[in-house]
Antibody, heavy 124, light 108 residues
Framework: QVQLQESGPGLVKSSQTLSLTCSVS??????????WTWIRQPPGRGLEWIGY???????YYNPSLKSRLTISIDTSRSQFSLKLSSVTVADTAVYRC????????????????WGQGALVTVSS | SLVLTQTPSVSVAPGKTASLTCGGD??????VHWYQHKPGQAPLLVIY???DRPSGIPDRISGSKSGNTATLTISRIEAGDEADYYC???????????FGGGTKLTVL
């Protein structure tokens, strides 16, 4: 069973950089079938796709966050990470990592496995 | 870019049927996926490829799509169905994932 687990500071000061790591177990992060994804949910609001990374290191970002965002991957540790710079209180959210099935011989594009989520609060 | 529109809230009595819709330009050409999200839990995939159910999802939950509107139907509503439901599309040409705004399903 694939498991994803987020880790990182739960409190970040405004203007600083939010950093989170997702640890993957039960499946290979080196698989060419998946995009490793970050998704967030601000309090009382819906899900927002942040971006995803392929095992090769290719990244694709939400245009609204692209200028502040870096997603990286460490296949040797079976982890991928998120860095969001210059945060404001609007970046307060539950951040989740998830696995997107991207290559399946047809049109794929859904998330079967998710982490439990990490609440990150940005203080002013 | 593609925007997915969902009704913010739906209320249904136990035993009845709930129909949750997800509309968007050009989703007729894309696969729509649905998630059930309960507080404090990870979202759960309940429908993929418009109408397929993952193993373990009861057949009370079904999906369909007609034109630019996808529908998640939950029949014989139970208290445990109360949750937020999100539709999602992957625009693989633009490498963008889009979520609908979500529908809060309340069981009366």
């Amino acid at each position: 069973q694939v498991q994803l687990q987020e880790s990182g500071p739960g409190l970040v000061k405004s203007s600083q950089t939010l950093s989170l790591t997702c640890s993957v177990s039960g499946g290979s992060i080196r698989s060419g079938d998946y995009y490793w994804t970050w998704i967030r949910q601000p309090p009382g609001r819906g899900l927002e796709w942040i971006g995803y990374i392929f095992y090769s290191g290719s990244t694709y970002y939400n245009p609204s966050l692209k200028s502040r965002l870096t997603i990286s991957i460490d296949t040797s540790r079976s982890q991928f990470s998120l860095k969001l710079s210059s945060v404001t209180v609007a970046d307060t959210a539950v951040y989740r990592c998830a696995r997107l099935l991207a290559f399946c011989g047809g049109e794929c594009g859904y998330f079967q496995y998710w982490g439990q989520g990490a609440l990150v609060t940005v203080s002013s | 870019s593609l925007v997915l529109t969902q009704t913010p809230s739906v209320s249904v009595a136990p035993g009845k049927t709930a129909s949750l819709t997800c509309g968007g330009d050009n989703i007729g050409s894309k696969s729509v996926h649905w998630y059930q999200h309960k507080p404090g839990q990870a979202p759960l995939l309940v429908i993929y490829y418009n109408s397929d159910r993952p193993s373990g999802i009861p057949d009370r939950i079904s999906g369909s799509k007609s034109g630019n509107t996808a529908t998640l139907t939950i029949s014989r509503i139970e208290a445990g169905d109360e949750a937020d439901y999100y539709c999602q599309v992957w625009d693989y040409n633009a490498d963008i994932v889009i979520f609908g705004g979500g529908t809060k399903l309340t069981v009366l």
